[in-house]
């Protein structure tokens, strides 16, 4: 992610109040960002077309037939490099997984006063982690947190480092396996069958959803790559 200096953060909120609400919040914690906002769909896209973003809130239901998902997939469609995280008043775990699986690399519930689990969502997104409610954190045979736990744990210590770490921030980046093998010069085939397999073996998974899942369980730093 950029320096907090530079970062450039996109808002898509149809409700006024809550987008002002959600703005203030992201001012608490990133003082310097610079926010856009959009009030629909329509206005995100132009938005986008327009400049580089490095955040990108988006509200899963608007007042209209496309939704905050719509644009996610756009997002990953048109490759751009834009952590995307989702916001919505549900927090089921079919939901939030159909969400990842789109390329979300978070997903917040949009209860900010619940136990300030919007504050602490933030300062997950902005630290580099990855953010998912606890509702979606259940696996067979696995402890889940009572809350979603800041990220503390440095990927390095789990055995990922060197390239593999670079692909496992491209994989919380949301990015599909061709973009990343070609922003690491490799094949797409190196890229699926080496590094991501690994990824699974270190976290015991088999799912890029789980993947980001257990990510988000561990409380685990995703290394930021080298300017």
Do not use: W
């Amino acid at each position: 992610m950029s320096d907090a200096t530079e970062l450039t953060i996109l808002v898509l909120e149809d409700q006024g109040l809550v987008r002002a609400g959600m703005r203030e919040l992201i001012r608490i914690a990133q003082p310097a960002a610079h926010i856009e906002e959009a009030a629909s769909y329509d206005d995100a896209i132009a938005l986008l077309g327009t400049k580089r973003f490095d955040l990108a809130f988006l509200d899963f239901t608007l007042k209209s037939e496309k939704t905050g998902l719509d644009v996610l997939k756009y997002l990953r469609e048109q490759n751009l490099e834009t952590r995307a995280i989702m916001l919505s008043a549900r927090a089921d775990r079919p939901l939030v997984l159909e969400c990842i699986q789109a390329g979300a690399c978070g997903y917040i519930p949009k209860d900010m006063d619940h136990e300030g689990i919007f504050q602490r969502a933030l300062d997950t997104v902005f630290q580099g982690g990855i953010f998912v409610p606890v509702t979606a954190m259940a696996r067979d045979g696995m402890h889940t947190p009572p809350v979603t736990p800041l990220p503390s744990v440095p990927a390095a210590e789990l055995g990922v480092t060197g390239r593999c770490a670079e692909v496992l921030y491209y994989l919380c980046q949301g990015l599909p396996n061709k973009t990343i093998a070609s922003k690491m010069q490799v094949e797409e085939g190196t890229i699926r069958k080496d590094y991501v397999p690994k990824l699974f073996r270190i976290f015991q998974v088999t799912r890029r959803t789980e993947l980001l899942v257990e990510v988000s369980r561990r409380g685990v730093i995703i290394p930021p790559l080298p300017h």
